[in-house]
């Protein structure tokens, strides 16, 4: 006891708190599995081309993927686009430097 009759409270450590053994182990099994919802999807989408053994739909994935549709297709072409863009202008910028350099002299 310390003065005044109170006494020092003693704090749990984690391993105080948290069951063990075989209670342990059961909270391990009853607690489901979290998937985020991308991660649930994909394994859907996954499961869904496993069972169908189409051929078509195969093909037709195959295609859209490579094809002018796709997603990633239509960003590099943007991304081309940009870096293009870029170059000109910096080469138009370029330009201007050099003609107010020779004015200046």
Same mark, same amino acid.
């Not at 099994?29 to 189409?54: C, G, H, M, Q, Y």
């Not at 051929?55 to 993927?65: C, I, R, S």
């Not at 997603?71 to 870096?83: E, T």
């Given at each position: 006891?310390? *003065?005044?009759?109170?006494?020092? !409270?003693? *704090?749990?450590?984690?391993? %105080?708190?948290?069951? @063990?053994?075989?209670?342990?182990?059961?909270? *391990?099994?009853?607690?489901?599995?979290?998937?985020?919802? =991308?991660?649930?999807?994909? $394994?859907?989408?996954?499961? #869904? +081309?496993? +069972?169908?053994?189409? $051929? *078509?739909? +195969?093909?037709?994935?195959?295609?859209?993927?490579?094809?002018?549709?796709?997603?990633?297709? &239509?960003?590099? #072409?943007?991304?081309?686009?940009?870096?293009? !863009? #870029?170059?000109?202008?910096? $080469? %138009?910028?370029? @330009?201007?430097? =050099? +003609?107010?350099? $020779?004015? &200046?002299?």
């Amino acid at each position: 006891p310390l *003065q005044g009759g109170r006494q020092k !409270r003693t *704090q749990k450590t984690k391993s %105080e708190v948290q069951p @063990k053994g075989l209670d342990s182990l059961l909270n *391990q099994i009853s607690r489901p599995e979290k998937l985020s919802t =991308v991660a649930k999807t994909s $394994a859907d989408w996954n499961l #869904f +081309k496993e +069972k169908s053994d189409n $051929a *078509q739909l +195969k093909e037709e994935l195959e295609k859209k993927a490579m094809g002018n549709e796709s997603y990633l297709v &239509k960003k590099d #072409f943007l991304n081309r686009v940009d870096v293009r !863009r #870029f170059e000109l202008e910096k $080469a %138009e910028r370029e @330009k201007e430097r =050099v +003609k107010r350099a $020779a004015s &200046k002299k």
